[in-house]
T-cell receptor, first 117, second 114 residues
Framework: GAVVSQHPSWVICKSGTSVKIECRSL??????MFWYRQFPKQSLMLMAT?????????EQGVEKDKFLINHASLTLSTLTVTSAHPEDSSFYIC?????????????FGPGTRLTVL | GQQVMQIPQYQHVQEGEDFTTYCNSS?????IQWYKQRPGGHPVFLIQ?????EVKKQKRLTFQFGEAKKNSSLHITATQTTDVGTYFC??????????????FGAGTQVVVTP
């Protein structure tokens, strides 16, 4: 299957700082990327859908000014957690879809574990 | 809004036994996917079901999509310790922008006792 990478794999930051997480599709062009967050022993909650070249679509309850998403190219999407607070500590996972080759299948990145002190 | 419910939340299974996890959507789905997440890992795609009443098998795993395309099940026979993990269903509904959106069920955490 296709490969999606995420960087960093884990990050610890102080409250009030901003953290950028990168999601890359390594061997395919991702027309759509998704950002999820997962709390311990819970399901994946979709935060936003990111389509290349257009604004991200945020799910209800997700602050778009706090979670900035940029899908600048067909292989890269970034999620920036601005002014992070301890309650933002979570496992953030991106996934990518390539409609042309693997219709509807989502390829997940390895995730980024964010800890805000 | 759309809700995808998955039961049971936890499943303790003796090695060699069978078990089933169920996924129910409040709305009709375009398709449904199943994923497995090992402890500390990320979800890995298992299968996609598209057609009403579809049944697919992968070795000891049998996946079903209901006739109304609102429910699905995953049945594992002769459970092995390698089956440990959390199994998620993800239902796809089409959106007005035609990209579609997945909603994940809560997952079934499977623990296998040797």
């Amino acid at each position: 299957g296709a490969v999606v990478s995420q960087h960093p794999s884990w990050v610890i930051c102080k409250s009030g700082t901003s953290v950028k997480i990168e999601c890359r599709s390594l061997d395919f062009q991702a027309t759509t990327m998704f950002w999820y967050r997962q709390f311990p022993k819970q399901s994946l909650m979709l935060m936003a859908t990111s389509n290349e070249g257009s604004k991200a679509t945020y799910e209800q309850g997700v602050e778009k000014d706090k979670f900035l998403i940029n899908h600048a190219s067909l292989t890269l999407s970034t999620l920036t957690v601005t002014s992070a607070h301890p309650e933002d500590s979570s496992f953030y996972i991106c996934s990518a879809r390539d409609w042309r080759e693997h219709y509807n299948e989502q390829f997940f990145g390895p995730g980024t574990r964010l800890t805000v002190l | 809004g759309q809700q995808v419910m998955q039961i049971p939340q936890y499943q303790h299974v003796q090695e060699g036994e069978d078990f089933t996890t169920y996924c129910n959507s409040s709305t009709t789905l375009s398709n449904i996917q199943w994923y497995k997440q090992r402890p500390g890992g990320h979800p890995v795609f298992l299968i996609q079901l598209v057609k009403s009443g579809e049944v697919k098998k992968q070795k000891r795993l049998t996946f079903q999509f209901g006739e109304a395309k609102k429910n699905s099940s995953l049945h594992i026979t002769a459970t092995q310790t390698t089956d440990v993990g959390t199994y998620f269903c993800a239902g796809l509904t089409m959106t007005t922008d035609s990209w579609g959106k997945f909603q994940f069920g809560a997952g079934t955490q499977v623990v296998v006792t040797p």
